[in-house]
C-alpha cells in the first residue's frame, strides 16, 4: 500500500537518539583527556589577542589522538575571544589529502580570503596566484592561522614549496600576520622536507599520545549518553569498543566508529539493545571495509602482484617464496597487457604491502642454504579475490583451485 513503505522502520524500536555525535567530524563541548594539549595550543596560539602573529605548530599523533579536534577548538575558542576583544583572527583549515598541490592549497586559501570572484582551480601562474593570495591577506588588519591537516601526505606526493611560500609570507605582508599549523601521523615526516621550512615550520610542537582503554571509554561514555536512547547499550559494549580501539594505537576515531556501527546493526535487526555481538560483528564489518579501502587506492602493479599471491596461495602454497612471488606477479602482468617491473621493484612493493598490513613476512633459517623469506596473506584469499574482482580484474584471471598454478 501506498504510505507504507517506510512504516516498519519508523516503528521500529529506536537505538539512537542523534548518531551524528558518534561522527569523527562532531566537535564536543569537551576533549577528554587532552586538557594538556590543549592548554598547549592556546598558550602559543594566545599571541594574536595582543596583536602579534604566534608561532607556527607542527602536531604530530597517530590517527584518531585527538589533533584534528583539538586544534579546531582551540581555534574556535581563539577566534570567540578575539571577537570580544575586537580582533579579527582568522583559522582556515585544509585537508591536504584533498588540497594537495601548490596551485590548489594557494587558490583554496585566497578563495577563504577574498570577498569578490573565485580564483578559479586551474589556470593562472602559480606566481601571480602567490601575488593575489598576498594581497587577499594583507587587505585589512588581521592574524590568519592556516591549518594543514595531514600535511605529510602532500609534501611526499608534491613536495614542500607551498610550506615554504606559507612559512616566509610574512616578510611580505604589511598589515596581516599569518601562523601556520601542521597536522601530520607521521612522526618523521620533517626528514621530507628542506631544512628552511623545517627550521620556520617547527618553531613549536606538539605529540599527542594515544589513548589507553580507559581514556577511549570515557570518551565513548560521554559520546553514548547523548547519542543513545537510554538503557539501549548492553554491559560491556563500551569497554569493548574501547579494547579493540585501544589494541589498534588507541584510535578514538576507531572506537567511535565501531560503537556507531555496532548501533547500526542492532537498528537494522530490530533489536531492543546493543550487545557485545553487535560490536564483534561491527569489528569484522570494519575490518572488511578498511581493507577495501586500502586496496582499492594501490597502484595497479600492487594489485597484480596481490592477485598473484593470492593465486598461489589458492593453488595450495603455503611457504610462497620472493622468487614464487615475482613469478606469478610476472604472468598475472602479461595477461593484463602491462609492463613487467624488475625484481627489486617488485620487492620494494612487496615491502609496501606487508607495511600497509596486508601481507606479512617471515624469515626462515634453511641451515646451509641460508636464510629465505616467505610470503603470507594477512587475510582470507575468498575476501582478497572478491576485493580484487570488484576492481575490475578480468574473468580469465579466476583459476580453480588446484594443487598448482594453471600456467
Known sequence: MKGELFRSWLEAPQIFRNRELLRPSYLPERLPHREEQIEQLARILSFPLRGEAPSNVFIYGKTGTGKTATVRYVLGELERTGRELNREIRGIYLNCERVNTRYRVLATLTNALLD???????????????????????SRDRVVIIVLDEVDRMVVKRGDEVLYDLTRVNSELERAKVSVIGISNDL??????????????????????????????????????????PGVLGEGVISLCAAHAAREHGDARRALDLLRVAGELAEQEGATGVTPEHVDRAYRKLEEDKTLELIGTLPSQSKFLLLGLLLLAEGGEERITTGQAYEAYRRVALQQGADVLTPRRVSDLLAELEMLGIVGTRILNSGRYGRTKQIFLNLPAHQLRKILEGEGFSPNLSFPRQSKLPW
Open 116 to 138: 569578490g570572484s573565485p580564483i578559479p582551480t586551474t589556470g593562472w601562474p602559480v606566481d601571480v596566484l602567490y601575488d593575489r593570495f598576498v594581497r587577499a591577506l594583507d
Open 188 to 229: 618523521r615526516f620533517t626528514q621530507y622536507l628542506d631544512p628552511r621550512v623545517r627550521s620556520s615550520l617547527g618553531e613549536e610542537e606538539l605529540v599527542f599520545p594515544p589513548y589507553d582503554a580507559l581514556q577511549l571509554a570515557d570518551i565513548l561514555s560521554e559520546r553514548a549518553s547523548e547519542a543513545f536512547q
